[in-house]
């Protein structure tokens, strides 16, 4: 009974190194969402995917590349990252993406340092 | 979507009741109000939501108030397991326009004792 999974769980990059974090969800959800959470603030949506095939930005876009690679899986790419993209992020996801039943479920997160 | 006030942090005793408050004082008709807690280091859970009946569930109770301009979530028997983060966040529930984010808060962040 997995849910949300997400990879790596940790990940230290240097400024300027890219690299894609990865999230499976098992539970045949249409969307899928990506967060990013910093100390002090709320979590604020990055990019999501209400349906297979498409993606929207969110709140704080730039700096990041997402793919909805089939149903399951929706990956967050840095293509170079910077300092300030130190963040726990969190992959989530919902039966639809809106209507009152559309409850998230999340991932246990990955937490980036970029030095 | 509408903006929601919460205490910063609260206390409860171990077994009693832990009863969280949350002002939306702006909530529209068609808004309904969600609660999640974020567990230290965990992603977030759903816990319950309603629109202005008030509910319950497995986990908690929810009390809307009947002008919905506030709501409150009950645990009614407080465990060490339920210290955590607490947010409580309104969102339109019609499947339309910008209504798949949800607009997360600081929260609150609720310490059950010994």
């Known amino acids: 009974n997995a849910g949300v999974t997400q990879t790596p769980k940790f990940q230290v990059l240097k400024t300027g190194q890219s690299m894609t974090l990865q999230c499976a969800q098992d539970?045949?959800?249409?969307?899928m969402y990506w967060y990013r959470q910093d100390p002090g603030m709320g979590l604020r949506l990055i990019y999501y995917s209400a349906s297979e095939g498409t993606t929207d930005k969110g709140e704080v876009p730039n700096g990041y590349n997402v793919s909805r690679l089939n149903k399951r899986e929706f990956s967050l790419r840095l293509e170079s990252a910077a300092p300030s993209q130190t963040s726990v992020y969190f992959c989530?996801?919902?039966?639809?993406?809106?209507?009152?039943?559309?409850?998230?479920?999340f991932g246990a997160g990955t937490r980036l340092s970029v030095l | 979507d509408a903006k929601t006030t919460q205490p910063p942090s609260m206390d409860c005793a171990e077994g009693r009741a832990a009863n969280l408050p949350c002002n939306h004082s702006?909530?529209?008709?068609?808004?309904?109000v969600y609660w999640y807690r974020q567990i230290h280091s965990q992603g977030p859970q759903y816990i319950i939501h309603?629109?202005?009946?008030?509910e319950t569930n497995e986990m908690a109770s929810l009390i809307i108030t009947e002008d919905r301009k506030s709501s409150t979530l009950i645990l009614p028997h407080a465990t060490l397991r339920d210290t955590a983060v607490y947010y409580c966040i309104v969102r339109v529930g019609r499947n339309a326009g910008n209504n798949r984010k949800l607009i997360w808060g600081l929260g609150t962040s609720l310490a059950v004792n010994p």
């Open positions: 702006t909530i529209s008709g068609n808004e309904y």
């Open positions: 309603g629109l202005k009946n008030n």
């Open positions: 989530a996801s919902s039966p639809l993406a809106g209507g009152p039943r559309n409850i998230q479920y």
């Open positions: 539970m045949n959800h249409n969307s």
